[in-house]
T-cell receptor, first 114, second 110 residues
Framework: KAGVTQTPRYLIKTRGQQVTLSCSPI?????VSWYQQTPGQGLQFLFE???????NKGNFPGRFSGRQFSNSRSEMNVSTLELGDSALYLC?????????????FGPGTRLLVL | GENVEQHPSTLSVQEGDSAVIKCTYS??????FPWYKQELGKGPQLIID?????GEKKDQRIAVTLNKTAKHFSLHITETQPEDSAVYFC?????????FGKGTRLHILP
């Protein structure tokens, strides 16, 4: 079974631009969560989508948004990029929307904001 | 809010020795505690997990213990091998939320 895939793997943007990242979950998984990983803050939860609805949201500004499509694929968008947005963005999928179930992570998209 | 503290941040052990990583959590309602291993250039992968109704779980060279009263849980890796070198994350969850520790970079020395 194919794992979680994320595109693109690497991205360079400049301040003020916006970016869209894509995540395809494992077939059959309906929950997709997004995380930001930085050396200083570690893994921080951004938001979770289940059946095309955002179910949970972390403490990030409104510049961070996402959506989920009917095939469970998800996109994450960051508008008005700031230098501090440079990070590895990970998505994870699972069968259900409860975090007591195993999450399967993708390889991440490394975003560099200049 | 929920907080997960993980120690140490870096750990070096001789190949063949054991490694122990410890985490504490603040929310007593947390009931699921996974451990993830992240290798360079890859996303985290679940290596073992434990639920609040169990005190210990073992899978070959890896074991996890949970002390609900003290609100701490630990990862134990025995007979360490070079391929165990990675960053390890603990996490605590109560269903609608999951909080990760800051990670431990484990170096296995030859």
């Amino acid at each position: 079974k194919a794992g979680v895939t994320q595109t693109p793997r690497y991205l360079i943007k400049t301040r003020g631009q916006q970016v869209t990242l894509s995540c395809s979950p494992i077939s059959g998984h309906r929950s997709v969560s997004w995380y930001q990983q930085t050396p200083g803050q570690g893994l921080q939860f951004l938001f979770e989508y289940f059946s095309e609805t955002q179910r949970n949201k972390g403490n990030f500004p409104g510049r961070f948004s996402g959506r989920q499509f009917s095939n469970s694929r998800s996109e994450m968008n960051v508008s008005t990029l700031e230098l501090g947005d440079s990070a590895l963005y990970l998505c994870a999928s699972s069968w259900t929307r409860r975090f007591e179930e195993t999450q399967y992570f993708g390889p991440g998209t490394r975003l560099l904001v200049l | 809010g929920e907080n997960v503290e993980q120690h140490p941040s870096t750990l070096s052990v001789q190949e063949g020795d054991s490694a122990v990583i410890k985490c504490t959590y603040s929310d007593s309602a947390s009931n699921y505690f996974p451990w993830y291993k992240q290798e360079l250039g890859k996303g985290p992968q679940l290596i073992i997990d434990i639920r609040s109704n169990v005190g210990e779980k073992k899978d070959q060279r890896i074991a996890v213990t949970l002390n609900k009263t003290a609100k701490h849980f630990s990862l134990h890796i025995t007979e360490t091998q070079p391929e165990d070198s990675a960053v390890y994350f603990c996490a605590a969850s109560k269903g609608d939320k999951i909080i990760f520790g800051k990670g431990t970079r484990l170096h296995i020395l030859p």
